[in-house]
T-cell receptor, first 112, second 115 residues
Framework: AQSVSQHNHHVILSEAASLELGCNYS??????LFWYVQYPGQHLQLLLK??????LVKGIKGFEAEFIKSKFSFNLRKPSVQWSDTAEYFC??????????FGSGTKLNVKP | DTGVSQDPRHKITKRGQNVTFRCDPI?????LYWYRQTLGQGPEFLTY????????KSRLLSDRFSAERPKGSFSTLEIQRTEQGDSAMYLC???FGTGVGDTQYFGPGTRLTVL
């Protein structure tokens, strides 16, 4: 079975700090990888996704993620966070059919 | 595009009662998903429809859970004989696609509390 691990449950940063959120998955085949974000009081929304090709994927609001196949990882990064990035971030994997597995989420708190 | 809507937004029920939730996907989306999310966890996949056909069903979905999408548009999720462990946020998402890994658009969820 597929699974997704997000090791950082709660991250606190000051504005302008750099961000990296870890995501590891377990699945031996071809995967599609996603990062979703949930801002306070809002629905889950897609931040970025990887299907194939360039392992460095750019998403909305200056976020990017790098797929490292050998490490089964898909870490999310942002060079300089803003207070408005305060949210919960979920990594998800889909390996065949349309069954998605989500990690447990990382709550990011950016201090102004 | 009004987004995915779910009704009700909150439901409080007593143990043993039946509850039904409704999801209205984005109008042209052919795929619809149900998830359950408990505190401190990410969404857990429950089931997936392509048009009116239920193509995937998680082992989490016990006999007390049933989902339908009768005309390939809205969907309902029914929980019979609710238990306290059913208390969770129930999320619906929809997408348009024919392959794998579509972008899913999530609704606001229905929060169920079983007393």
């Amino acid at each position: 079975a597929q699974s997704v691990s997000q090791h950082n449950h709660h991250v606190i940063l000051s504005e302008a700090a750099s961000l990296e959120l870890g995501c590891n998955y377990s699945y031996g085949g071809t995967v599609n990888l996603f990062w979703y974000v949930q801002y306070p009081g809002q629905h889950l929304q897609l931040l970025l996704k990887y299907f194939s090709g360039d392992p460095l994927v750019k998403g909305i609001k200056g976020f990017e993620a790098e797929f490292i196949k050998s490490k089964f990882s898909f870490n999310l990064r942002k060079p300089s966070v803003q207070w408005s990035d305060t949210a919960e971030y979920f990594c998800a994997v889909n390996g065949g059919f349309n069954k998605f597995y989500f990690g447990s989420g990382t709550k990011l708190n950016v201090k102004p | 595009d009004t987004g995915v809507s779910q009704d009700p937004r909150h439901k409080i029920t007593k143990r043993g009662q039946n509850v039904t939730f409704r999801c209205d996907p984005i109008s042209e989306h052919n795929r619809l998903y149900w998830y359950r999310q408990t505190l401190g966890q990410g969404p857990e996949f429950l089931t997936y429809f392509q048009n009116e056909a239920q193509l995937e069903k998680s082992r989490l979905l016990s006999d007390r859970f049933s989902a339908e999408r009768p005309k390939g548009s809205f969907s309902t999720l029914e929980i019979q004989r609710t238990e306290q462990g059913d208390s969770a946020m129930y999320l619906c998402a929809s997408s348009f696609g024919t392959g794998v890994g579509d972008t899913q658009y999530f609704g606001p969820g229905t929060r169920l509390t079983v007393l």
